[in-house]
T-cell receptor, first 110, second 113 residues
Framework: QKEVEQDPGPLSVPEGAIVSLNCTYS??????FMWYRQYSRKGPELLMY????GNKEDGRFTAQVDKSSKYISLFIRDSQPSDSATYLC??????????FGQGTTLQVKP | GAGVSQSPRYKVTKRGQDVALRCDPI?????LYWYRQALGQGPEFLTY????????KSGLPNDRFSAERPEGSISTLTIQRTEQRDSAMYRC???????????FGPGTRLTVT
């Protein structure tokens, strides 16, 4: 079993839809949780960074962490075609290394 | 430069040759990370440094892979006696500190023929 599980999709939604992306993890020691966005042929770029359980909002993006369920989510409101990319969840282990999920490919259709 | 740079951007090599991939982190960033990313997968951790000290090399696949960061800035990932299965995108990232945001470079696409 992988430490971080993420449905690869692809996920296709119409413009303006609310998108929900999710990851589960197995290591209860993870405390720092991130969402990266990766456009085709580009490196990942950080979208959201959260510590411990709760919600964090930044514009159209909301990151949610539920440590009791070992489950994290990223919500995108009013999705735009420019949001089409691969979204990667990531977590920092207790040794400091970043462990990524497989990534979910999102396509927002105009 | 403003971001993480990597060179070469593309490398084609014959099986059995050694390759050296270079990463130049953002100036002042303490931590430097190496990842390998297969198509359709998330980056897979290889190793990381704080300053010049290699903190964790548990992700290096085997002893053909090594990395160094002798002066705490530029890092080199070396793959000896390359094999076809080593073909992948190799990404470098840097951060101000061990738990900080990691900024990724453009990657080196390695193809072993």
């Amino acid at each position: 079993q992988k430490e971080v599980e993420q449905d690869p999709g692809p996920l296709s939604v119409p413009e303006g839809a609310i998108v929900s992306l999710n990851c589960t993890y197995s290591n209860s020691a993870f405390q720092y949780f991130m969402w990266y966005r990766q456009y085709s042929r580009k490196g990942p770029e950080l979208l959201m960074y959260t510590y411990s359980s709760g919600n964090k909002e930044d514009g159209r993006f909301t990151a949610q962490v539920d440590k009791s369920s070992k489950y994290i989510s990223l919500f995108i409101r009013d999705s735009q075609p420019s949001d089409s990319a691969t979204y990667l969840c990531a977590m920092i282990s207790n040794t400091g290394k970043l462990i990524f999920g497989q990534g979910t490919t999102l396509q927002v259709k105009p | 430069g403003a971001g993480v740079s990597q060179s070469p951007r593309y490398k084609v090599t014959k099986r059995g040759q050694d390759v050296a991939l270079r990463c130049d982190p953002i100036s002042g960033h303490v931590s430097l990370y190496w990842y390998r990313q297969a198509l359709g997968q998330g980056p897979e951790f290889l190793t990381y440094f704080n300053y010049e000290a290699q903190q964790d090399k548990s992700g290096l696949p085997n002893d053909r892979f090594s990395a160094e960061r002798p002066e705490g800035s530029i890092s080199t990932l070396t793959i000896q006696r390359t094999e076809q299965r080593d073909s992948a995108m190799y990404r470098c990232a840097s951060s101000l500190g061990g738990r900080g945001e990691q900024y990724f470079g453009p990657g080196t696409r390695l193809t072993v023929t």
